[in-house]
């Protein structure tokens, strides 16, 4: 009986929140999907879609979670992050006070090992082979959309 592996999969985010990011994300997930035999981004995946939202989301690792440090003191704040993220998603601030420093910044500030990223647009490429985009798509993307977050996510 072969191994149950454990499923990566890679979402593609917008550093820039704006109408043009989303639509230029959207322009590459329609190149993605026609260049499926040429070009194929973290070697290979299972299938792709496209998912975007009113209000941001938090794309971060499944399984085996993630840990959080501040960005100004690298100080561990993995259950202030949290606690402020549920409260963002209730109604409060999208901010966050640094229990160490004291320093007071956005969520998308906090640094994620591995790295996660909030966005209200993302392609989704599900059950990928290698946790790398490749060059052909990272030079694709900076070109058509700037700065982007590929996050890497392992799914139970
Ligand atoms: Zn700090």
């Not at 906090?110 to 290698?130: K, N």
Request: hydrophobic share 40%; glycine share 8%; proline share 4%.
């Amino acid at each position: 009986m072969p191994l149950a592996r454990r499923r990566l999969d890679c979402c593609i985010c917008i550093e820039k929140q704006t109408e043009e990011a989303v639509l230029a994300l959207r322009g590459i997930f329609g190149l993605i999907q026609a260049g499926r035999d040429q070009h194929v981004p973290c070697g290979s995946f299972q299938s792709c879609s496209f998912e975007q939202s009113e209000k941001l989301r938090l794309y971060a690792n499944h399984q085996g979670g993630y840990r959080v440090r501040c960005p100004f003191c690298a100080h561990n704040i993995a259950s202030d992050f949290s606690k402020s993220v549920h409260l963002w998603r209730a109604g409060a601030a999208f901010s966050m006070t640094c229990p160490s420093c004291a320093e007071v910044y956005s969520l998308s500030k906090a640094q994620g090992i591995p790295p996660f990223a909030f966005s209200r647009a993302a392609i989704v490429l599900h059950d990928v082979e290698v946790a790398d985009i490749g060059d052909f798509w990272h030079a694709q993307i900076r070109e058509k959309l700037g700065e982007y977050h590929a996050i890497f996510r392992r799914v139970g």
